[in-house]
């Protein structure tokens, strides 16, 4: 999606994993195991379309405590968003962009890329980019003074900064503790 502006948020983070970029690809895109890695997505479950293909409707569970950018009026608590696979290619790229309540996708989009390494293990990037602002920045950022608003993307970027970082983090234990390095070829 072409853009005429800077965007909102574009983060990134990146690891390396000791397992084919394949077996990496079939375990991050597994909904169901998101809780494993993400510090706020709990799950979710495939809505419409066929499951993992671009087009494909999820619904994802999230969680977040009340620590977390404290001071800003963002959703508590447990909540649901409604997601639509923009990109999949197994082994390759994996993204969603955020849906608004109207069911219409937002310029929010989630990336995991994957990548082979030398050593027959994973180069693994998460992006996250939003450009124009989603209807749930529009109504944190609405009461906001200019100087809130700022502090309020200041401390977004950093809090997804540590959100992706945490969720790589995550996600390389969990994939190289439980035998799917190189020499396995295979997820357990």
């Known amino acids: ?3 005429d502006y800077e965007p909102l948020f574009q983060v990134r983070a990146e690891t390396g ?4 970029p394949d077996v990496v690809y079939a375990i991050v895109t597994d909904l169901s195991r998101s809780g494993e890695w993400s510090p706020e997505c709990t799950g979710g479950k495939w809505i419409s379309g066929i499951p993992g293909t671009v087009g494909a409707i999820f619904q994802g569970d999230n969680r977040r405590d009340p620590e977390v950018v404290a ?11 409604t997601c639509e696979v923009v990109d999949a290619e197994p082994g390759r790229i994996f993204s ?5 309540s109207s069911g219409c996708r937002q310029d929010s989009v989630w990336t995991y890329e994957f990548t082979g390494a030398g050593d027959g293990g ?3 990037v998460h992006r996250f980019r ?3 602002p989603t209807e749930g920045i529009r109504s944190i950022t609405a009461g906001l003074t200019p100087a809130d608003r700022q502090r309020f993307f200041a401390d977004w970027t ?3 900064a540590d959100d992706l970082a945490t969720t790589l983090a995550r996600i ?3 994939i190289e503790t439980s035998g799917t390095g190189p020499e396995s070829g295979t997820p357990r």
């Not at 994993?17 to 084919?20: E, L, R, S, T």
């Not at 969603?96 to 608004?100: G, N, Q, T």
């Open 96 to 100: 969603w962009a955020m849906r608004d």
């Open 71 to 81: 001071w800003a009026p963002v959703v508590r608590g447990t909540w649901s968003t």
């Open 1 to 3: 999606m072409k853009t």
């Open 122 to 124: 994973c180069r693994l």
């Open 17 to 20: 994993i000791a397992a084919p």
């Open 130 to 132: 939003m450009g124009a």
């Open 158 to 160: 950093g809090k997804l």
């Open 172 to 174: 390389k234990t969990v």
